[in-house]
């Protein structure tokens, strides 16, 4: 999509280590007049899906979740990073590594909140080796959802993370996908 390319251009900070920084609008500062554009895609990719609910994991998709929820008109899930005191009664947990903090956690949501009448669109801000996604599959797997796709705003497809995630037949609709990227040649989208 041009439109969220075009925004990685102007406010996108390409680091050292394959870091790619887009807080100043997409998930530490959000834009959410921008952000509210780029659901309104993510509504067209999926509207006719029978959505009745979006999942994402805590916490940068959070926000990003609740303004694409808006146009579907359903609630927002999000598994926590660890089971809180104030989480009653069952969960369904999956262990998710992250690469950018370089720690494990586990996914936790109560089982109240998921389960088999569910057709699921996940969200995520990033897909890059796909741990968050995989998680998040791994959920709704354990409570019998039905998972209608995922939707992207940043896929770095050269990390194969969104070939797997297809591979196990979830549909994927990334906004940007980035090819290459570096400090030196900058950022190469497909």
């Not at 705003?153 to 297809?166: A, D, L, M, P, S």
């Not at 591979?167 to 400090?183: F, H, P």
């Amino acid at each position: 999509m041009k439109l969220m390319e075009e925004r990685i251009r102007k406010d996108g900070i390409i680091e050292d280590g394959d870091v790619l920084k887009v807080g100043m609008f997409l998930n530490q500062q959000i834009d959410v007049c921008f952000i509210s554009e780029l659901a309104k895609e993510f509504y067209r990719l999926y509207k006719d899906a029978g959505i009745n609910k979006i999942l994402t994991i805590e916490a940068s998709g959070i926000g990003l979740a609740c303004i694409c929820a808006i146009p579907f008109d359903v609630p927002v899930v999000f598994a926590k990073k660890s089971k809180s005191n104030n989480m009653t009664g069952e969960v369904y947990s999956s262990n998710v590594h992250s690469f950018t903090h370089g720690t494990d956690h586990a996914a936790v949501i109560p089982k109240a909140m998921l389960g088999p009448n569910d057709r699921v669109l996940l969200i995520d801000d990033f897909l890059a080796r796909g741990q968050a996604l995989h998680g998040l599959i791994d959920l709704c797997e354990q409570a019998g959802a039905t998972i209608v796709g995922a939707g992207v705003f940043v896929e770095k497809t050269y990390q194969k993370g969104g070939e797997e995630i297809r591979a196990r037949g979830v549909r994927v609709e990334s906004l940007a996908k980035i090819k290459s990227m570096s400090v030196e040649e900058g950022i190469v989208f497909i």
